[in-house]
């Protein structure tokens, strides 16, 4: 009697488990300047990465790229599978200068992203009122920037990113340019709220502590042309809290990554 075999089962292809894979990626300015060249790199659903390096090293230009705010000269970006292109409204870019408009409240300024998508103006609020009580100036909708002080006109900036619910949070030194006090509130200010929306976070700084703070993972670029030499892992433990930075762990963790810095630039 013949024998009737079932069909074998079909096998799937390996998935790429990385949210973020960026492959030999190269930008190139006129006169055949390379800003950057064959660089690769990956991040995780839910990873917060963190990229130091010297002025020059085309960390802003890098951030610029994943955004599509940046053309390619060559190599690949893509974000859960898509191009930068495609993949812009799973996105929200926050820069170093919150750039707020003078003449729009703070609700005014967090709305505006959602009035660019078209949204209907009784879920702007819903959207705008729960994302200002995130951030702490639920109390403070009615302000105007010039009412503001730098910290709190950062909070703003990224309340207005993240009312657009993104997935992935490109950061540009967001926090460079507030004091040392406020810089760290605002460090736990964003991991809290990194923990109840776990987005993808890219976050260029000059701060080697700041980015042992935040990060799961550091990498660490070096200019003409810029690429990535090393990537240190931080295995800290979450949630993270103003004590950790005395923490012999931390501090054990700062120096190395200083030194490894140190190493790449001389």
Not at 42 to 71: D, H, P, Q, R
Not at 192 to 201: C, D, N, S
Request: aromatic share 6%; proline share 6%; hydrophobic share 45%.
């Amino acid at each position: 009697m013949l024998e009737v075999r079932p069909p074998p089962a079909p096998i799937e292809a390996p998935r790429n488990t990385s949210f973020i894979s960026i492959a030999h990626l190269a930008k190139e300015y006129p006169g055949n300047k390379q800003i950057i060249h064959d660089l690769s790199l990956t991040a995780t659903s839910g990873e917060f990465v963190s990229i130091l390096g010297a002025s020059g090293c085309g960390k802003s230009t890098l951030l610029k790229m994943i955004a599509g705010l940046s053309s390619i000269s060559g190599g690949s970006i893509h974000i859960d599978g898509m191009t930068p292109e495609n993949a812009r409204e799973i996105m929200s870019f926050v820069f170093q200068d919150p750039s707020l408009l003078p003449w729009r409240t703070v609700a005014r300024n967090v709305e505006l992203a959602l009035e660019l998508e078209g949204l209907p103006r009784s879920l702007r609020a819903r959207r705008v009122d729960s994302v200002l009580r995130l951030v702490g100036l639920r109390e403070v909708s009615s302000y105007y920037p010039r009412q503001l002080s730098g910290g709190m006109k950062m909070r703003v900036s990224i309340a207005r990113a993240l009312a657009t619910t993104p997935r992935l949070l490109l950061m540009d030194e967001p926090f460079g340019a507030v004091d040392a006090m406020t810089r760290n509130r605002l460090n736990e200010e964003l991991l809290a709220l990194k923990a109840r929306q776990r987005w993808t976070t890219i976050f260029v700084t000059h701060s080697i502590t700041e980015a042992v703070f935040l990060s799961d993972r550091i990498v660490l670029m070096r200019a003409n042309p810029g690429r990535v030499l090393q990537e240190i892992a931080v295995p800290l433990a979450f949630p993270r809290t103003a004590d950790i930075r005395s923490d012999p762990a931390f501090l054990g963790l700062v120096g190395q990554v200083s030194r490894a810095l140190s190493a790449i630039h001389s």
